[in-house]
């Protein structure tokens, strides 16, 4: 019996020393995976930092590249592209006026009211349409002739409070989000469809002669004035209520800008200089590229994996397309790494692109004391849980991507401000400095539009933190970045308003 017991009690013993050298490994293995995720994050950390002598070699980059896109078509990464807007809208506008924006599977069709500067906007209308699927791979005209009888069923319906001035035909600004070879304020040659978008006849084509014959078929008496993209019109919106914006950027899915340059910077422009003495750039700055710019390897397994490796490298880096997923490949990492979500990696963690970037947003703006919104986006978006102290990791990581977006925004702000003489880093106009500080000079207004600035708050902080910065207090104080919100669509109707074929009657 004593044999028995002593047994017992020596598989008893052994059965104890098991579990707790179970539970020991257990803990020592935790320890070794959340050091490996602290290495991780702080790794990629370090990789985004964006200190601020970094961001001023940016901005100095980014110069070089505009005047190198200036002198020569292809002399740079930037295209810095004619728009031949030489006459942006002033307020005194009068009439009405139309604007089509396609960019994508839907279009929108608008119509302003203007009535001076005194009645500005007196009354404005839009619809939005679906293109059938079968219409973006089928006939050029079956595409444009769709367009022109939706245009043609929308000034039908003009109602009242619209008056078209009598005598004088309707014109249309025309939003065209695809890339074209703009050789006039009111033609341009479609380079290539994207969006899904695919009608090879097309190319080659000019635009608006395609959507001019097709409204002629619909027998719509309307006259494209003015072809432009949506930054071009974001900025010609802002101009319209306030004289001082002279640059602007989208931030949403994608990102570009445009700026007023003076037409004598222009080397490559080879036409009678604009009467304005000026012209709308248009910058598309996705594509610009630095080695100063901060990447990681999760950056560049991004790009590799991208439609287009090589290509817009800086909107890889700051569009709200990319951020979400830039987030995802990290923490894919901490999980294949450091089991930041247990010994199983979450299925959904694997698919490119499910974290979006008003995820992010939510999760980063959580401030809750257990984090509750970063909990909801991982249950809904990986079918998934984290620790706490996993869930504060998330959110650095979030904080991490989305401060090192907001910089490199404000550096490329900054740079084109430096380019066109207004700020502190470089070559300063002493006499313009002193102007402003004695609180006679003009101030400088960058309008933004796009869901990235408009809807992600903190992003929007660092944004004009690093701005601030980067310029120095006076001269910032002179430096306005506020949102345009939907200035693309009016935009293009003011552009049309602008550049009116009855301008000189």
Known sequence: ????????????????????????????????????????????????????H????????????????????????????????????????????????????????????????????????????????????????????????????????????????????????????????????????????????????????????????????????????????????????????NEDVMVAVILGTGSNACYVERADAIPKWR????????????????????????????????????????????????????LGDIVRRVLLKMAQEAALFGDVIPSNLLIPFILRTPDISAMHADESADLKEVTRVLKVVFKTQASLRSRKMIVDVCDTVAERAACLVAAGIVGILKKIGRDTVGNVDMARLKSILAGKGRKTVVAMDGGLYEHYPKFREY????????LGKEVAEQVVVELSKDGSGIGAALLAASHSQYLSD
């Open 271 to 322: 036409g009678v200089l604009p009467k304005s003495g000026s012209m709308v750039i248009n910058m598309e700055w996705g594509n610009f590229w630095s080695s100063h710019l901060p990447r990681t390897p999760v950056d560049d397994a991004l790009d590799a994996e991208s439609l287009n490796p090589g290509d817009q490298g800086f909107e890889k880096l700051i569009s709200g397309m990319y």
């Open 463 to 470: 944004l004009h933190n690093t701005a601030v910065e980067l």
């Open 54 to 241: 970094r961001l001023r070699q940016v901005v100095d980059a980014l110069v070089v590249e505009m005047h190198a896109g200036l002198a020569l078509e292809g002399g740079s990464k930037l295209k810095m592209i004619l728009s031949y807007v030489d006459n942006l809208p002033t307020g005194e506008e009068c009439g009405l006026y139309y604007a089509l924006d396609l960019g994508g599977t839907n279009f929108r069709v608008l119509r302003v009211q203007l009535a001076g500067r005194e009645g500005r906007i007196l009354q404005q209308e839009y619809e939005e349409v679906s293109i059938p699927e079968a219409l973006m791979v089928g006939s050029n005209e079956e595409l444009f002739d769709f367009i022109a009888a939706e245009l043609a069923s929308f000034v039908a319906s003009e109602g009242e409070g619209f008056h078209p001035l009598p005598g004088r035909q309707r014109e249309l600004g025309f939003t065209f989000s695809f890339p074209v070879k703009q050789t006039s304020i009111d033609s341009g040659t479609l380079l290539k469809w994207t969006k899904g978008f695919a009608i090879s006849e097309t190319v080659g084509k000019d635009v608006v002669e395609e959507l001019q014959a097709a409204m002629a078929r619909q027998n719509l008496d309307m006259r494209v004035s003015a072809l432009v993209n949506d930054t071009v019109g974001t900025l010609a919106g802002g101009r319209y209520w």
């Open 1 to 52: 019996m004593r044999r028995t017991g002593v047994a017992l009690a020596i598989v008893g013993a052994a059965a104890t020393c098991a579990v707790a050298a179970h539970l020991v490994a257990k803990r020592v293995r935790q320890r070794a995976n959340w050091s490996r995720a602290v290495a991780i994050l702080q790794e990629f950390k370090d990789g985004c930092a964006t200190p601020l």
